[in-house]
């Protein structure tokens, strides 16, 4: 019992640890899907966690936190657009510059409205409901039903990667976002509007991703911190590279580092494994599949490069 204890613990963990860079991860798919490259996921995961913590603190809403963490990461994302589609500037650079934009004026916020302090209160006593808590099941019960225990946005982060799945494949709105990704000349041809599409996914992939970074703050660290984030957002685009460009991919990617994630909680007891070993695993289980699988990937032919009107 201990041992299947053990293992359902591990595998809640994962999931939970999975849900943020799930949300991130899909929000990559969707811009770089239409051409637009994001490395400024972080930023905008920062910030939408400063947002989300801040807002479920004064409400007491953990839903008006998730809310205004995902208006949060948009705010970001629409200047990175606009930096990217209309000013035709360097994306790498612009994405940079909101990583640091996205956790500086987050720090700023939480010391503006917490006295001083680089971090905000505690969210724990707003959390967001629990899977087997919305179904009525008391898992005080049962050792079992407590190792097993979900949080209500992993269930939606599977739900988001499905529909964004269908869109992308299964309707013609997918079949622009693909074909500005592409060959954006051919679709400008064809009547789409190379410019709004990809505004749209890169508005999205800031939503998404500030949806990330508050499910991180309101459901593992119950508060922002300047390292509330730490890398998650950089290993969120290794899952789209991992997944090929694909969402259910890059879900199964996110898995995977959530499953090194949650091994760092599990192992922690473990008396001659150092805790440094442990705190790195995630870290290098990505750059380990950055390495195999980046000449493996088939990024979209259009990635990165600004589009001018007429081009062929």
Not at 177 to 182: I, K, M, Y
Not at 260 to 281: D, F, H, R
Request: glycine residues 12%.
């Amino acid at each position: 019992m201990n041992l299947l204890n053990t293992v359902l613990l591990t595998v809640s963990i994962s999931l939970m640890y999975s849900a943020p860079l799930i949300f991130t991860a899909l929000g990559g798919v969707i811009t770089q899907r239409a051409g637009v490259d994001n490395i400024g996921l972080e930023g905008m995961m920062a910030f939408g966690a400063c947002g989300a913590s801040i807002l479920c603190h004064f409400t007491g809403s953990p839903w008006i936190g998730l809310v205004v963490g995902a208006l949060f990461g948009a705010t970001l994302a629409i200047l990175h657009a606009f930096i990217s589609v209309t000013a035709k500037g360097n994306q790498l650079i612009s994405g940079i510059a909101i990583n640091f934009i996205g956790l500086g004026v987050g720090v700023f916020l939480t010391r503006f409205l917490f006295n001083g302090a680089a971090q905000s209160n505690s969210t724990i006593n707003e959390p967001l409901p629990k899977l087997l808590g919305l179904l009525g099941i008391d898992k005080s019960k049962s050792r079992l039903l407590e190792s097993s225990e979900i949080d209500l946005t992993v269930i939606f982060a599977f739900a988001f990667a499905v529909l964004i799945w269908f869109v992308l494949y299964k309707t013609r709105i997918g079949l622009r976002v693909r074909a500005c990704g592409e060959h954006p000349g051919a679709a400008d041809t064809l009547g789409v509007n190379v410019t709004r599409i990809r505004y749209v996914a890169t508005i999205l992939s800031g939503v998404m991703a500030g949806l990330g970074g508050a499910v991180t703050s309101l459901t593992i660290s119950y508060r922002f911190t300047p390292t509330v984030i730490s890398g998650q957002g950089f290993i969120a685009l290794a899952a789209v590279i991992f997944g090929n460009w694909k969402p259910i991919g890059a879900t199964l990617a996110c898995l995977l580092f959530g499953f090194a994630q949650a091994l760092t909680v599990v192992l922690a007891g473990i008396p001659w494994l150092p805790t440094q070993i442990l705190a790195m695993l995630p870290y290098a289980l990505t750059l380990l599949i950055l390495v195999i699988f980046v000449e493996r990937s088939t990024p979209p032919k259009a990635l990165g490069q600004p589009y001018f009107k007429g081009q062929a």
